[in-house]
């Protein structure tokens, strides 16, 4: 398991930048890796939880190439992957990593999907249990990455300024959108792969759809927490989610000035509820119980 130790310091000062930066350059290395090298017939690979959960041949290659940058970069420290990176670090960081955020997206070439990158600290095989410090997210198609660690900001560059800085291109600083009521709220989602949990999200939305503006499926849980941190949509709310969907996006949409919420409290598998700070309580409600 990719276990913390918890009594481990955390990261600070040069040494949590020095992180950030190179959890940049690894996002960055990966979506540029995924969008570069498609194959033109890509096809699925092997699938996982149910027929419709789909593994291509790319989510294991971008997983294996951010494997090995981490442990020749990082060797002391753990990893946890969504295809399977199960490594057990001593230092009391672990990198949590999604190859391909938004697979169905990227097998159907779609140009909605991302890499995920973060280093949390506590036991991120648990549930509640950890907190990222860093985190990026690389949008391949935009070629921009989102990134931010503790207490810095969040912050969106383009993909072409990480290796040089040009002035030309300083980065954006990302800010959540300011909406404080439900009925003018834009609010992103997304759904599991298990028919029986489809069914009970589609239930939900009867009720959420009549007291929101409107609903997004965008297709790729990193890609919607990064829209709630640039306040491109107003608040997204799922259940299902593992760590490696969500650790990254999470700091970002704090360090964008919002909040991130479970059904009580940590996000995770059970709610993940990511907003401003005046409505993510009423979109929490929304998602839990029978009405705001
Ligand atoms: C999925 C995407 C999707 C979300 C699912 C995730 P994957 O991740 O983030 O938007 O609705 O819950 O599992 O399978 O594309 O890595
Ligand atoms: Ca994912």
């Avoid at 951010?66 to 990082?74: F, G, M, P, T």
């Amino acid at each position: 398991m990719g276990a913390a130790t918890p009594d481990l310091p955390v990261p600070t000062g040069d040494e949590l930048a020095a992180l950030e930066v190179l959890c940049i350059e690894l996002a960055t290395t990966a979506g540029r890796f995924i969008r570069d090298e498609r194959p033109d017939r890509l096809g699925v690979a092997d699938t996982k939880s149910t027929d419709t959960d789909v593994v291509t041949v790319m989510d294991r290659r971008s997983e294996e190439l951010l494997h090995r940058l981490i442990l020749e970069a990082r060797p002391d420290d753990g990893i946890l992957g969504e295809e399977g990176a199960d490594v057990t670090g001593s230092s009391g960081l672990t990198w949590v990593i999604d190859p391909i955020d938004g697979t169905v997206n990227y097998l159907y070439d779609i140009p909605a999907y991302a890499v995920s990158v973060a280093v949390v600290v506590g036991d991120a095989s648990g549930e509640g249990t950890w907190t990222p410090v860093v985190g990026a997210i690389s949008d391949p198609s935009l070629r921009l990455v989102h990134h931010a660690r503790r207490g810095a900001g969040a912050w969106t560059r383009p993909e072409a300024t990480i290796e040089s800085a040009p002035e030309s291109a300083p980065p954006r600083r990302l800010t959540v959108s300011q909406e404080d009521r439900l009925g003018r709220s834009l609010v992103a989602t997304g759904f599991g792969y298990a028919a029986e949990v489809r069914a009970r999200q589609a239930e939900i939305l009867t009720r959420v759809l009549p007291q929101v503006r409107d609903i997004r499926r965008i297709g790729s849980a990193a890609l919607d927490l990064v829209r709630v941190a640039e306040g491109s949509v107003d608040a997204y709310a799922e259940s299902g989610l593992n760590a490696w969907d969500l650790a990254a996006g999470w700091l970002i949409v704090e360090e964008a000035g919002g909040v991130v919420v479970g059904r009580e409290d940590a996000p995770g598998k059970d709610l993940t509820v990511a907003a401003g700070p005046a409505l993510v309580e009423p979109v929490r409600r929304l998602f839990v119980s029978e009405a705001p």
